[in-house]
Structure formats: structure tokens, C-alpha cells
């Protein structure tokens, strides 16, 4: 089965450890992780951010004053799903580093899981819309040949 088409926009905003964030996602590796979480074509942007510009965005589009390590901000989600995914270096190195994976393996999890937001799924909602959409991504990383993220 062919997968969606994609439209990818990558962008890193300027911050220290930006050279490390970069190094971890290759373009072609980034849109290989979105597109099979997609079901649509897609255009999508991800813009790589430090935790000032992260916790700016939770706190005015979501009220909550703290930075989180994805940001979904969806637009359209048919015929062609439309999305800008804002990923926290800063919360992202820290959850690999907790949770002893490799920083590429983490963000492949988290453009997953926002790509599936921008999809229209949600885990916040009720307990079975959590599970179906672990069950999704658990599928889709490790149809990538990467290991389940819910397990230590």
C-alpha cells in the first residue's frame, strides 16, 4: 500500500543545542515517521523549538504555563490534512534521557502521536480514546521497527 503524500516543512529555531536536535532528524526520516502515521495527504510543518518558545505556545493556545514536548495545532483535516507540529527540544531530550531512549527513537514517537492529532484522534477525552490511540501509535512505531514507547 502507497503510502499518503506529504507535504514536510522542518525548521529549528535557534537555540544551543539545536546542532543535536538537528543531527537526531534527518528530514527523510522525519517525513518517514509521518507519513505512516498519516491516512490522508498532509501538509504539515514541524518547527523544533527552545522551552521559552514552547512554553509561550502552551501557555496562549492552551492556557497552560509550562512547556510540553508536542504541540499540535491542526487546520484541516480533509482532503488534505493540514498541521503545524511544535516539538520542546528541551522537555524532548529530558523524557529520553528519563526514560533511557535515544533522542531520534523519542521524537519518532512524539511526530506520531501529533501527526494522529492532527488526524482528528485524541487521548483526552476518555479512557478508550487513550488506549485506541496507544494501540495506534504502538502499531504504526512498530511497523517502523521501533519498540513500543508505553514499555520501560
Known amino acids: 500500500m502507497a ?15 539545536a546542532a543535536e536536535h538537528r543531527a537526531a532528524l534527518p528530514r527523510a526520516k522525519v517525513a518517514r515517521w509521518i507519513r505512516h502515521a498519516l491516512e490522508v495527504p498532509a501538509e504539515i510543518t514541524v518547527r523544533i523549538v527552545d522551552a521559552e518558545e514552547g512554553q509561550a505556545l502552551n501557555r496562549d493556545y492552551r ?18 490534512c493540514t ?33 494522529l492529532h492532527a488526524q482528528g484522534w485524541d487521548h483526552e477525552d476518555s479512557d478508550e480514546d487513550a488506549e485506541a490511540m496507544e494501540a495506534q501509535e504502538i502499531e504504526i512505531l512498530a511497523g517502523l521497527g521501533l519498540p513500543n514507547p508505553y514499555e520501560s
Open 63 to 80: 492556557q497552560r504555563d509550562y512547556a510540553t514536548n508536542v504541540l499540535t495545532f491542526d487546520y484541516t483535516q480533509e482532503p488534505v
Open 3 to 17: 503510502l499518503p503524500e506529504l507535504t514536510l516543512s522542518l525548521q529549528f529555531a535557534r537555540f544551543p543545542e
Open 83 to 115: 498541521a503545524d507540529l511544535v516539538l520542546c527540544a528541551p522537555v524532548v531530550a529530558r523524557e529520553a534521557a528519563e526514560q533511557n531512549k535515544p533522542l531520534a527513537e523519542h521524537y519518532a514517537h512524539l511526530l506520531v502521536h501529533g501527526t
